[in-house]
């Protein structure tokens, strides 16, 4: 992992201050340069917090939302109103709650079966974006997370989609959740021009040291595959989840 800037925040709700104030800051600059602001979230429970500041009264007003479009960096293989659904989790916090146009959310529709799934998420991706077959899709921002077994999106360790070098998005079964999960793939993550990790707890201090001091035997980690190309890749932690670092 080349270069990347490491903020470390007091706690949960600086972290998902400083981030809001980011997307914020780049909604409006890629509004204004491309007309638009293509975005990708993540699911979990780190960024709950940051969706909810967004559609709150400090922010939403900064947000031109009409031109904003959000995609899912992952999606588990659930219907949209499942308790699991990362969908669910950012239109309770933020979709329902900011005056997002409904043609702007491109939902990953992982209820279906999951090859079935990553394909239509595919064919909507490469639609939105007018790719040619061989061409991939540039998000303006792709937030993700940081599992404690190092997992980030729906890329586990030992994920066949590590490997994957042709495809937008696929299906992965991931054995230690007996589930299937849908993901974009490390290909897309890299392109994007902007990558923001949302890491908090102390139950993250030990990975995050392994990811981002690139400690022995670390390299397998799919969180270490994250180096977009050109693009800007910040580390939102809180101080818990800092704390194995050597500054
Ligand atoms: C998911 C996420 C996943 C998540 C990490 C961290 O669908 O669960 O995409 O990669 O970001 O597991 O989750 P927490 O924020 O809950 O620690």
Same mark, same amino acid.
């Given at each position: 992992?080349?270069?990347?800037?490491?903020?470390?925040?007091?706690?949960?709700?600086?972290?998902?201050?400083?981030?809001?104030?980011?997307?914020?800051?780049?909604?409006?600059?890629?509004?204004?340069?491309?007309?638009?602001?293509?975005?990708?979230?993540?699911?979990?429970?780190?960024?709950?917090?940051?969706?909810?500041?967004?559609?709150?009264?400090?922010?939403?007003?900064?947000?031109?939302?009409?031109?904003?479009?959000?995609?899912?960096?992952?999606?588990?293989?659930?219907?949209?109103?499942?308790?699991?659904?990362?969908?669910?989790?950012?239109?309770?916090?933020?979709?329902?709650? &900011?005056? =997002?146009?409904?043609?702007?959310?491109? +939902?990953?529709?992982?209820? $279906? *079966?999951?090859?079935?799934? #990553? /394909?239509?998420?595919?064919?909507?991706?490469?639609?939105?974006?007018?790719?040619?077959?061989?061409?991939?899709?540039?998000?303006?921002?792709?937030?993700?997370?940081?599992?404690?077994?190092?997992?980030?999106?729906?890329?586990?360790?030992?994920?066949?989609?590590?490997?994957?070098?042709?495809?937008?998005?696929?299906? &992965?079964? =991931?054995?230690?959740?007996?589930?299937? +999960?849908?993901?974009?793939? $490390? *290909?897309?993550?890299?392109? #994007? /021009?902007?990558?923001?990790?949302?890491?908090?707890?102390?139950?993250?201090?030990?990975?995050?040291?392994?990811?981002?001091?690139?400690?022995?035997?670390?390299?397998?980690?799919?969180?270490?595959?994250?180096?977009?190309?050109?693009?800007?890749?910040?580390?939102?932690?809180?101080?818990?989840?800092?704390?194995?670092?050597?500054?």
């Amino acid at each position: 992992m080349k270069d990347f800037e490491r903020i470390v925040c007091k706690d949960i709700p600086e972290l998902s201050a400083q981030a809001a104030a980011e997307f914020v800051r780049l909604a409006n600059e890629r509004s204004a340069a491309a007309g638009r602001f293509v975005v990708a979230l993540s699911g979990g429970s780190t960024p709950r917090a940051l969706y909810s500041l967004l559609a709150g009264a400090e922010f939403q007003s900064q947000v031109p939302w009409d031109r904003v479009h959000f995609f899912w960096g992952d999606e588990r293989c659930v219907p949209p109103d499942h308790p699991d659904s990362n969908y669910r989790m950012a239109f309770e916090t933020l979709l329902s709650k &900011a005056p =997002v146009p409904e043609k702007n959310i491109h +939902r990953l529709e992982a209820e $279906l *079966a999951p090859e079935a799934a #990553a /394909a239509r998420y595919e064919k909507a991706i490469r639609d939105f974006f007018s790719l040619a077959d061989s061409a991939w899709p540039a998000f303006d921002l792709i937030f993700l997370g940081l599992g404690d077994d190092g997992h980030t999106a729906s890329l586990f360790p030992g994920s066949e989609a590590l490997h994957e070098n042709k495809r937008l998005a696929v299906a &992965a079964y =991931v054995e230690k959740l007996k589930t299937y +999960r849908i993901t974009l793939t $490390l *290909a897309v993550l890299n392109r #994007a /021009a902007n990558i923001f990790f949302l890491v908090a707890g102390e139950s993250k201090a030990s990975i995050l040291a392994d990811v981002l001091q690139e400690k022995r035997g670390s390299e397998s980690l799919p969180a270490r595959r994250i180096d977009p190309q050109g693009g800007r890749l910040v580390w939102f932690v809180d101080r818990a989840a800092d704390a194995s670092l050597q500054s």
